[in-house]
Each structure stands twice: as C-alpha cells, then as structure tokens.
C-alpha cells in the first residue's frame, strides 16, 4: 500500500499527469488544424446557371429561322419550313425560360451540404465516395456516386432547352447525376477541372468537418 509522502505515486501521478497535458496538447493541435483548414474554405459558394445558354438559345432559334426562310424561298419543302419555325419557336421560348441565367441560383456548397434546384432535398457530402465530371459540346454530366444506403432525394425536371435535369441511379451505390449547361461563379464560367476541384474540396471540407466534431466532443 502507497503512503501519501510515497516517491512512487508521486512518479505516478506525476506521469499521468504528463500524459494527460501530452494528450490536450494534441487534441487541441489536431482541432487548431482542422479548424485552419476549414477557414481557407468558404463557408458558401453560390453558382448560377451561365448567362451564354440565353446567347446560344438565341443564336440557334435565329438559325432555325434562316433554314425556315431558305426553304421557303426555295419553294421545295414548306413542311420542312414548318418544322424549322416550330423549333426556332422551341429555342425561343428558352431564351424565356432562361431571362434569370447568371442571377438565379442553381447550386450552392457548404462545408456539410450540397443543394441543387431540382432537388426536393440537399445531399450530405459526407456521403459523395466519387465525383466524374464530363463535357460534350453543348453539357456538363456530373455523377455522384453515394456510399451503400445513403439517403438519395426526390427530384423534378423543367420541360424547355437546356434546362438542367436529374437523372438517378437507384442501385448499391446509388448515382445522382447532374446535367446541366455549366455553372457560373461571380460572371464566370467554370471550366469541368475547376468544378471537379472544387466540388472535391467541398466534400473534403464536409469530412474534416465530421472529425472537428467528433474532436471536439472529446
């Protein structure tokens, strides 16, 4: 049995006392450092859809317009003119449906949650395992790939030229993808690389996040 004027537990206390400063220490390190990671990232990126999809609807109903009229001076193809008008009247209508390009929101990022328009519900990042952006001529396809059973939203689609659009893969590891026209960011397009980067930090953020919490709480 150890009397109080013990050397021993005196060592002993001693030491656990070491140990225990030796842990705050890291702890308090280990928050400091997440805490400076996060603060490089904003805590919100708002992205809205590009004002060149007006442009590009305009420039292509003038086109239909032109094709209408040539076909029509030329006597031979009245149906074909028909068809001409009725889809330069199509691509028309979208220059309407899209009079808010570069102002509305489309998407927004936080360090926990992404939030697309034509989602009924915000996808948690900590769930996003992959992200594949690619790009044909006219639309950006982003897939995300969610961890087994994660929770995937209800969505709804807009009827008109390049509205975005959902598309959902109910499967093991559930899909949502995104296809859209691009993202603008302060009058800015971004390019495929630059939402790849940046959508990558934001799931980061949402993981480092996670583990502020989880540090914190211990």
């Known amino acids: 049995m150890n009397h109080p004027d013990d050397p021993l537990a005196s060592l002993a206390q001693s030491l656990t006392e070491d140990f225990n400063q030796h842990t705050g220490d890291q702890l308090q390190s280990a928050i400091q450092e997440r805490e400076a990671w996060l603060a490089e990232v904003p805590a919100v990126t708002e992205l809205a859809y590009p004002r060149k999809v007006r442009r590009t609807l305009a420039y292509l109903s003038v086109f239909m317009f ?9 006597g031979s193809g009245g149906l074909m003119a028909g068809i001409f008008v009725i889809v330069g009247l199509i691509l028309i209508s979208g220059v309407w449906l899209h009079r808010r390009a570069g102002e509305e929101l489309l998407m927004r990022l936080t360090h ?8 009924d519900a915000e996808i948690d990042l900590v769930d996003v ?11 950006l396809w982003i897939t995300l790939t969610l961890r ?10 807009t009827l008109g030229p390049l509205m975005p659009r959902i598309k959902i893969k109910r499967a093991k590891a559930p899909q949502i993808r995104l296809v859209l026209a691009g993202l603008e960011l302060d009058g800015k397009t971004l390019t495929a690389e630059q939402l790849l980067g940046m959508l990558q930090t934001y799931c980061t953020a949402a993981r480092v996040e996670a583990e502020l919490r989880t540090l914190k709480a211990s």
């Open 129 to 139: 395992e992959d992200i594949l952006i690619k790009k044909d001529r006219v639309n």
């Open 66 to 74: 032109l094709l209408a009229a040539g076909v029509a001076w030329d």
């Open 148 to 157: 087994e059973g994660a929770p995937l939203p209800g969505f709804h689609n």
């Open 112 to 119: 926990t949650r992404l939030w697309f328009r034509n989602l």
